[in-house]
């Protein structure tokens, strides 16, 4: 069963709107959600990451908001570029052990000029 | 080198045959991890080496699957009497922390480019 469920599976953004992609879990025990981010080709490459202590985290145009109650997180992409254009992974992982990451199906963004 | 090194890149191999993947991970990584991409899905967990031992292998879809780390650097993904369904592209990423250190899970997970296996 999917452990992490994320949408959508396609999005289409105009250059200089913002991208959203939501996740979702069930397993309390994640304590560590990081995004990656993926070129066709080439392997998925860590973007940024929040553990459940803090609400947001936001690096330059990136950010992730996080609720923990409601067990969801999301990635807001601001401004967005055509060089944004890529596959977009959620991800989670248990406490307490080696960094065994669950991933999400996917979010395959378009940023068109 | 400075990244993970994965070969071949692209195999293709008839129904039945056996195929070995090669992983070279960052030099000093603790961690090494085997995922398996189908086509428009996302990375599933395969198997976990912590050095030269094998942690988990709970991924790992048949027995015709065995992966190898005898030196606790390179790593093997051996697929034994391939089958269409095992077409996909296969992952291998790398990580400095083991287990021990682990604790506050905060290791960064770096990837190889993959290797894609077609089987016919």
């Known amino acids: 069963q999917q452990q992490v469920k994320q949408s959508p599976q396609s999005l289409i953004v105009q250059k200089g709107g913002i991208s959203i992609i939501n996740c979702a879990y069930e397993?309390?025990?994640?304590?560590?959600f990081p995004w990656y981010q993926q070129f066709p080709g080439k392997g998925p490459a860590l973007l940024i990451a929040?553990?459940?202590?803090?609400s947001e985290k936001k690096e330059g145009r990136f950010t992730i908001s996080f609720n923990k109650s409601a067990k969801q997180f999301s990635l807001h992409i601001m401004d967005s570029q055509p060089g944004d254009s890529a596959t977009y992974f959620c991800?989670?992982?248990?406490?307490?052990?080696?960094?065994?990451?669950?991933f999400g199906i996917g979010t395959k963004l378009q940023v068109i000029p | 080198g400075a990244g993970v090194s994965q070969s071949p890149r692209y195999k293709v191999a008839k129904r039945g045959q056996d195929v070995a993947l090669r992983c070279d991970p960052i030099?000093?990584?603790?961690?090494l991890f085997w995922y398996q991409q189908a086509l428009g899905q996302g990375p599933e967990f395969l198997t976990y080496?912590?050095?030269?031992?094998?942690?988990?292998k709970s991924g790992l879809p048949s027995d015709r699957f065995f992966a190898e780390r005898p030196e606790g650097s390179v790593s093997t993904l051996k697929i034994q009497r391939t089958q269409q369904e095992d077409s996909a592209v296969y992952l291998c990423?790398?990580?400095?922390?083991?287990?021990?250190?682990?604790?506050?899970?905060?290791?960064?997970?770096?990837f190889g480019e993959g290797s894609r296996l077609t089987v016919l």
């Open positions: 990423a790398s990580s400095l922390q083991g287990l021990r250190l682990a604790v506050r899970n905060t290791g960064e997970l770096f």
């Open positions: 397993n309390t025990a994640f304590d560590y």
């Open positions: 929040i553990r459940p202590d803090v």
């Open positions: 991800a989670a992982s248990k406490r307490g052990g080696y960094q065994k990451v669950t």
């Open positions: 030099s000093g990584h603790v961690s």
């Open positions: 080496f912590q050095n030269e031992a094998q942690l988990d």
